[in-house]
């Protein structure tokens, strides 16, 4: 029989259960105490509340020391509960990554947060989160994945300034930072209010023809984006990639370390996107889909986050070789009535926006400043589609064979999609009249994993989509 | 492997339902007493569902469920009005699970969950002895199956 070894969850770990009664019970019985020490007066349910506390934490106590995680025959055991105690039995087989993270405030007390992930289990939740001792982690990682990484990779500070650009939102900045800025501004007794008038003042002594609301509006965008990129800088600082030919890991953070690591042979695709930042720079960016990869990172790892294109196939067809592979393409007609075709949505949202504006100030024209802010605002997205819908009948085509290679672009990103054809999940075909006139057809292809990555391209020959699906799986329609 | 639910499962389900219903049962006992003698109809009525479970509908469902591990899959049937029956190719199964309440515990009983990808099948409580069994069976289908 073999060894098992057996590993306990860090003291820490209580906090995870003690979580949901702080505000309701932990700080009321403090609260009660202080009140007690201090004034010698006692409120009417702290008795009540004390009690109630004693036994949660006799409980959670009790948890931690059943908890435990379990590595023996080549499964992992995990061990929980009290009340409803759990056990699960995972093959490590069946193990898709691993992710390991920390920061400041449990690194002091030589922690790290672990979570397991399967491709079972609730989408873009971690199937198995713990917090181990540091050490037990590292033991922990070799014994599911063997020997450490031999090949590292690490990526200038310019290259994951503009993966954190990329990846940063105004409405990110404004849902992390809307609720800091408030609480911040009462524990310094500055009410939003005033945080607000400062705005407008700054926004009425900016001069230009758009009224200052429209300055407000952009300083708030400009400031919250602002806050988004430094929260994603934080995160992908010393960003690199290592790698032993079975597996891959990525260390990245600076106050926020996360350390991912999954089998190479978990990888169900590999996408090379280029978002229209990256486009300015001409480099890409490379990620892969992993099944049940979950937690807040959903399905999809970043492995390369800048970088030309050429490269990354040069670095990484060794590792998937579905990027080295030669292969025939079907692309759409390169002719003038095609390019029509791309354009027309463009320039049905031109004319709305146009049309919308007039109406908007012959209606209203006292606001003929702000609606005009907007059309241009608009107008500027509506350009930078119509371009991107040129760059798509450019380079848009589809290779159905031994590998899938899809190449196309979705929602202002440029994507080339690349899998083995066993992980297509779904091929989508959709006909509108006009295709139907002209023989072609707008594919979809899905890979099949939990998120599916999915490419759409356009205005392909049907006929000769036909006759490759055909070829490649067996199937006639 | 075929098994069926022990006899100490009905007995368990018979204990959780008459607990509930205890539970449920307050409110309108509360009620009857202090508020109006119609709530005893409530009572009544919960008694009577009780009554239902503890003598027909549980021990037919114990009966009616049938576990069947194979080289191909898990086939768990069940059901007393509506038959159910859930299969799970052996492949797709990702990892395994049991649950125990502190009741099934005492019990030497335990539940059994087969976990795929986004699919979950669930076998109520069965004893700990063919849970093990059950595990071992589809360790030893699924690296056949790989293998083969």
Sequence with gaps: MDKATIFKAHPIYIYKMLKRFVFVLILPVLKGAIQYILYRRVSGVILLESIALAAIIALSVWRLLSFKVVLVSDNLIIEDGVVLRKRAVIPIENISSIAITSHFAIDVFGAVNVSVNTESGIYGRKDFSFKMYKKDAAVFETMIYGSPSQVEIKFTPGKIALLSATASASLTGLIVGVPVINRIGRLLNVGADRILSDITELSKSIKSYFPPIVNAITIVFIAVYGLSFLIALSRNMFFRTSTNNQKIEIKSGLYFKHKRIFKISAVKDVCIDQTPLMRVFKIFTMRVGIGGYGGENGEKSTIVPAMKKRKIKEIFSPLFPVLAEKRGFIYCKKDKLTRGRFLMLPNIYALVILGITALLIIFLPSFERLFLFAAIVSLSFDSYYGYISLINQKISGLSIGKTVVAKGVSRFTVRELYTPADNIGLIKIMRTPVDIAKNTCRVTVQVRSESSDSVKVRFLPYDKIKETINETYGINF | ?148
Aim: positive net charge.
């Design chain 2, 1 to 148: 492997m075929t098994c069926n639910l022990p006899y100490k499962t009905c007995t368990l389900l018979r204990i959780r339902v008459v607990l509930l219903i205890l539970v449920l049962e307050a409110g309108p006992v509360y009620m009857a007493i202090a508020l109006s003698k119609y709530f005893y109809i409530l009572v009544a009525v919960l008694g009577l569902l009780c009554l239902f479970f503890l003598c027909f509908y549980i021990p037919r469902f114990v009966k009616s469920t049938e576990i069947t591990v194979s080289n191909d899959g898990v086939v768990v049937k069940y059901g007393v009005f509506y038959k159910t029956e859930k299969i799970m190719p052996i492949l797709r199964l990702i990892f395994m699970e049991t649950y125990q309440t502190p009741l099934a515990r005492l019990m030497g009983l335990c539940a059994v969950s087969f976990l795929g990808a986004k699919s979950r099948v669930t076998i109520p409580e069965i004893s700990k002895t063919d849970a093990e069994k059950l595990f071992a069976l589809v360790k030893g289908s699924k690296s056949g199956e790989q293998n083969g």
